[in-house]
């Protein structure tokens, strides 16, 4: 597994399909694109953005009920990705705990942006879709 992180949201044009950018934080430096839906897409943005709103979110929600039974996100995982569709999980720790929940990716990265919590994409999801971006590079 390797470690990511989430870059935040952009729009690929000309679909204007919200997409979430995350990039391996050491060695190659491999950035995973996630396209997903603009309900997520704004729960991310919100939650990098440190954005306030008037009443909990979903993702909110979920983070104070976790909070309430005194459980903790621990780590989320991007698992695999099959026919362009990929696959997440959640790490929740409760009482010592450790359980793994199935989730959506853009669900998990929404819920990890409000928590702070590290994000890892497994070696086969970064084998295939993963790619370097050389713009970073130039003008080095």
């Known amino acids: ?3 990511m992180d ?15 950018m995350l990039r391996e934080r ?8 996630i396209f997903i839906g603009s309900p997520e897409a704004s729960a991310i943005a919100f939650a990098l953005d440190g954005a306030e709103t008037p009443r909990p ?3 909110d929600l979920m983070c104070n009920v976790l909070d309430e039974l005194g459980a903790q996100i621990e780590q989320v995982v991007i698992t695999e990705v099959r ?5 997440g999980e ?5 009482y010592g705990d450790t359980h793994v929940v199935s989730s959506r ?16 994409a497994s070696a086969e999801v970064l084998d295939d879709a993963g790619f370097v971006d050389d ?6």
């Open 1 to 3: 597994m390797y470690e």
């Open 6 to 20: 989430l870059l935040g949201v952009t729009v690929e044009l000309p679909s204007s399909t919200p997409v979430v």
């Open 26 to 33: 050491g060695g190659q430096r491999r950035h995973l694109q």
């Open 57 to 59: 979110m979903t993702h």
């Open 83 to 87: 026919d362009t569709t990929f696959y």
């Open 90 to 94: 959640l790490y929740i720790v409760a």
């Open 105 to 120: 990716p853009s669900d998990a990265l929404a819920l990890a942006a409000r928590v702070g919590c590290p994000v890892f």
């Open 135 to 140: 713009s970073e590079n130039e003008g080095d």
